[in-house]
């Protein structure tokens, strides 16, 4: 099948598309945006999290299909002409990042948060990203990477 | 991996950032799974489905048949020998007459859609006939059972004896403990591209630990000389062992080889679970002897590790586990006996601790209930027997440098404690979180203790060694060096320690890390806590040879001798300036390469396991607070505190984020993490079974730092990553046990251990 929709403020389109492919793999494999991550691709890390019509998805969990006609923004979106994100710009500076794998995931549900709730409490801060997993940092430098976005 | 260059300043013991940093957090990081290639095919891999099986015979006739399938090869199409392994090559790349593990790889597909080579994989009829399976490893040397190598089911056996050959002590304290099997759990699945060059050879780009012996299996199997399989580090993410092992390696080269198209793998998580070894279960029998007052006189330990049906590294995990399985302690009298066994299960082999966690939980509780029986604090029963600097280990082997059991387990104690719960408390923050199980009633507070140590770097006579190769030139009027090893970056950072000792030794801010391949030497492997000391001895010697070197050619120029480098100023002897480090170089580029290799270690006596095994120690301890549920079994770790000696930081960020992430890891062994087996087959592949800990499951952890100087290491560093995996767990576990009361001897400790 062919979808066409809007990913970071472009048109994109894909021919040829199977019927079981994710979103994910459409934006990995079809349109050149490899940022979203492959971790778990059945909706348990988080890594492969977007923005779809402005709400947060599992891009794993979403038909390519679906997509179809929608507005998709992915990490590689999230930085403006000015340059990184405050959320993108905390993480780096914090050491927030190690091997990254989840950090795709974990900047988009941050900066959903703080769209939502731009002083969060720590608790509230778990709660939101308990549906992204890392492997390496313990997470106590994402917590100060979402504090340092919260106050910057 | 695109090359990486910053201008951050930092030299050692500054905090830059990582030159990756701002690639990851945009989405361009090149990670293993994200390559691509004009014409590329995918492969998949078909894996048994059964714990151990004779292959009668594979028809990849309906596979191939099916539109869009590019290539199906089994084992009749390697052109090698078709054998892999770390230490014994003893697995198949394809296996042949019979499978030993369900997922043992079988058959390869090579398709121009993922999902044609998965369905293609499904028509490919392997003619089975099941065998009794060996699943106990306890029963493993026993007469009788199913032999799951052609040489028996033992694959290590190591005994120490020291001291008494029958101690005796006033008061003696035993115990039986089982761990279960953890999984490295990494994020990026294990991936890459295989990209032949239209001339028999190839280009391999793979997440790994260690190219260079990737290298060497890969030829093995393709029968091709190194210079026909080039590897490259693609971007990886995360290891913690589960990278030493070949994955996709000689797979993605096979069918790349046969359809001379790219071929690019990725494994689902669910195929992850198969497709790497595991954390070995242990089973260990412990008996400490000591005197009234809690002085040890003799421990005895009888360890069993869980190979699983291929050797991997089982044999050094022996080793550690055998060695280094009674903890930081001086104990005059020792007896282990310590065992790898092959059997029918998953193939275990490195995790982050490798052999010493599973025996810290032993070691640790038992160390509990001594201090309990003599009435001794349980801090100051590990302060009065804790290793010092100038001490013998249980193996005989002189601790010539820092080792501060006292200070650290002191350290952790005085560390400020999270407040007493009082009144109304948000929910999140009990156990069983937003779950609503409970708003405080039944829930009990414990503190819990831990220290441990480890070896850094390779043991027991391995050459372990790195190559580094820097290059110092003038680009744009400005000098600018360049640092080219194989030593895998695996998220620690250790591109960022190579940039700050190039800026340190070379005085130049400009550093840029070229990618990680194999055209140049061996950097050894990511693993054992060793980058930092041994590639960063490599980087550190390079640059010493670049700045003879440079020297020399001012010498030359300026016709003065005695001359050193001042930042980026040519000095003399009295210290005046006699020229800039971009006037000396002018047009040239200076370039040395160094293979560095650190302290000879040796093989262990093979009957009294004496000798000089280690090449260095790093010493952690941890105190855990948690809240038990005691009516449902839930467990809310409230802190997680830890001190470590890392005999100097070169970039203390980066260590704090080590500290805390393995801390996270060994926390994770304690309360969730375990790969269900049951006759041979894992119940759990998935991120939904198999729990690791999210941000909801981590408390606060507050990390004190030690700098004692190793001066036998560069710079006096000390390994960093892997000690707080091994003592953090423990901690957690006598946490638990303290509030609840429960003698809890196996981990991870699951609710129906607290309430039944």
Known sequence: MRIELTVNGERHEADDVWEGESLLYALRERLGLPGSKNACEQGECGSCTVYMDGVPVCSCLVAAGQAQGRDVTTVEGLAGDDGLDPVQQAFVECGAVQCGFCTPGFLVSTHDLLARNPRPSDPEIREALAGNLCRCTGYEKILDAVRTAAHS | ?756
């Not at chain 2, 001339?199 to 091709?224: K, N």
């Open chain 2, 1 to 756: 991996m695109t090359s990486t260059e910053t201008r951050t300043t930092g030299k050692i013991g500054d905090s830059p950032l990582r030159p990756d940093g701002t690639l990851k957090v945009t989405g361009e990081f090149a990670y293993s799974s994200d390559l691509w290639h004009d014409d590329m095919c995918w492969g998949v891999t078909l894996r048994s489905p059964h714990p151990h099986a004779r292959i009668h015979g594979i028809d990849v006739s309906a596979a191939l048949a099916l539109p869009g399938v590019h290539a199906v090869l089994t084992h009749a199409d390697v052109p090698g020998l078709n054998r892999v392994g770390l230490e014994h090559l003893d697995q198949p790349a394809l296996a042949e007459d019979v499978v030993r593990y369900q997922g043992e790889p079988v058959a390869l597909v090579a398709a121009d859609h993922p999902e044609t080579a998965r369905r293609a994989a499904k028509r490919i009829v392997v003619d089975y006939e099941e065998l009794p399976a060996l699943t106990d490893p306890r029963r493993a040397l026993d007469e009788g059972v199913p032999q799951v190598q052609p040489g028996g089911n033992l694959v290590r056996e190591l005994t120490i004896r020291r001291g008494d050959p029958a101690p005796q002590a006033p008061v003696v304290v035993a115990l039986d403990f089982e761990v279960g099997m953890q999984d490295q759990a990494f994020l990026g699945p294990e991936s890459g591209l295989a990209v032949p060059d239209g001339e028999g050879g190839l280009d391999l780009y793979v997440a790994t630990q260690w190219l260079h012996v990737d290298q060497q299996q890969v030829c093995r199997v393709l029968d091709l000389p190194p210079d026909r399989a080039r590897l490259h580090l693609a971007g990886v993410g995360g290891a913690f062992g589960g990278r030493e092992d070949l994955s996709i390696h000689v797979h993605a080269c096979l069918l790349a080889l046969h359809t001379g198209k790219p071929v690019k793998m990725s494994y689902a998580r669910d195929e992850s679970f198969f497709g790497h070894v595991h954390r070995h279960p242990a089973w260990l029998r412990y008996e400490f002897g000591a005197s009234e007052e809690g002085r040890l006189a003799y421990a005895k330990a009888d360890i069993l590790f869980d190979g699983g049906a291929y050797a991997s590294s089982t044999t050094a995990v022996v080793g550690n586990g055998g060695t280094l399985g009674l903890g930081p302690y001086n104990i005059p009298s020792v007896t282990v006996d310590a065992r790898g066994v092959y059997t029918n299960n998953p193939p275990c082999g490195a995790m982050r601790g490798f052999g010493c966690v599973q025996a810290a939980f032993a070691h640790e509780a038992l160390m509990d209930e001594l201090a309990d029986r003599v009435g001794v604090d349980r801090v100051e029963i590990r302060a009065l027997n804790g290793m010092r600097d100038g001490d013998l280990n249980i193996t005989g082997q002189l601790i010539d440098s820092a080792a501060p059991v006292a200070e650290l387990i002191r350290t952790v104690r005085d560390l400020p404690l999270p407040a007493s719960p009082e009144g109304e408390r948000d929910i999140r923050d009990l156990p069983g979180g937003a779950s609503n199980t409970t708003h405080g009633e039944g829930v009990v507070r414990g503190i819990g203790y831990a220290v441990t140590y480890k070896n850094v770097g390779f043991s027991e006579g391995f050459d372990d060694y790195s190559t580094a190769r820097v290059r110092l030139e003038l680009t744009g009027g400005e000098p600018v060096a360049t640092v080219h090893t194989a030593a895998a970056e695996v998220g620690q950072g250790l591109i960022t320690v190579e940039q700050q000792i190039c800026r340190t030794e070379l005085g130049v801010d400009r550093v840029v890390v070229h990618p990680k391949n194999t055209f140049v030497g061996s950097g050894g492997s990511t693993s054992a806590s060793r980058q930092t000391y041994v590639t960063g001895g490599a980087v550190k010697a390079a640059c010493e040879a670049v700045r003879a070197a440079v020297l020399r050619l001012a010498s030359a120029r300026l016709g003065v001798g005695g001359l050193r480098l001042d930042g980026d100023k040519i000095v003399s002897a009295s210290g005046e300036v006699l020229a800039s480090l971009a006037d000396v170089l002018g047009a040239e580029a200076v370039e040395e390469t160094v293979e560095w290799h650190h302290r000879p270690t040796e093989e262990i006596d093979p009957e009294t396991g004496q000798g000089n095994a280690h090449v260095q120690y790093a010493f952690s301890a941890h105190r855990a607070v948690v809240d038990v549920d005691v009516e449902l079994g839930l467990v809310k770790v409230v802190a997680l505190d830890t001190a470590q000696d890392v005999g100097k930081a070169i970039n203390p960020d980066a260590v704090v984020g080590q500290i805390q992430g393995g801390s996270a890891q060994g926390m994770g062994l304690a309360l969730m993490e375990e790969i269900v087996v049951t006759d041979g087959k894992v119940r759990n592949p998935s991120f939904t079974d198999y729990l690791i800990p999210t941000i909801l499951d981590m408390p606060p952890m507050q990390v004190k730092v030690l700098e004692y100087a190793d001066p036998h290491a560069p710079y006096g560093v000390r390994g960093v990553g892997e000690p707080p995996t091994i003592s953090s767990g423990p901690a957690v576990a006598a946490a638990i046990r303290a509030a609840t009361g429960k003698a809890l001897r196996r981990v991870p400790v699951r609710p129906e251990h607290i309430t039944l």
